[in-house]
């Protein structure tokens, strides 16, 4: 792991313990950000090439792609030392977690379109677009997001029951592998 000590090294003794505290949750939003940027990216990219005048196929296509890859990196890397459960299991969970996640994700941006009208022709477009921005990206990856850590944690990838002779002996509880 050398390009972690050489990371480790650069960044200030406070703030790093501050890391290791919650590494979990470090790692849970980086995998949130790179599911977010693969989001955008596949969604644009359909949308302007392959799947022009088609933006909602392009985006479930994109939703789609980027909640595989968020679950093969929370169990693999963000939540590698709980579980306990069945793979199949785990994996539903996870998919009806996101898709809460996501549902959770769109009513900000049906507050802002229906009850506040900010949409064309009552305001701008540019400020349609920028009230789009500010609800469904800003405010709704937010509370999205704050609702999949607590329910990962709680649902997905529980922490592992460690039986009691082992909590005694104060053995550390490692993942097993269905």
């Known amino acids: 792991m050398f390009l972690g000590r050489i990371v480790a090294s650069r960044i200030p003794a406070p703030l790093l313990s501050a890391f ?14 790179l599911a977010f940027v693969t989001t955008s ?32 990196l929370n169990r693999e890397w963000a939540f590698t030392a709980r579980g306990g459960r069945e793979r ?15 549902v959770i994700n769109q009513l ?16 701008s477009p540019a400020a349609e677009n920028i009230a789009d921005f500010v609800s469904a990206t800003v405010v709704g990856t937010l509370l999205a997001t704050v609702f999949r850590w607590w329910a990962m944690r709680r649902f997905v990838f529980p922490e592992p029951v460690v039986p009691q002779q082992e909590r005694d002996a104060g053995t550390p509880a490692v993942r097993s592998e269905p």
Request: positive net charge.
């Open 88 to 102: 199949r299991h785990e994996a539903a969970l996870f998919f009806v977690v996101a898709g809460v996640g996501l």
């Open 108 to 123: 900000p941006l049906a507050v802002s379109r229906y009850a506040f009208a900010l949409q064309t022709p009552h305001v």
């Open 41 to 72: 990216a596949l969604f644009f990219g359909l949308k302007w090439t392959i799947l022009e005048g088609k933006p909602i196929t392009a985006n479930v296509t994109a939703v789609l792609v980027a909640t595989v890859l968020s679950y093969v």
């Open 20 to 33: 290791v505290r919650n590494a979990e949750l470090v790692k849970f939003l980086a995998v949130g950000s």
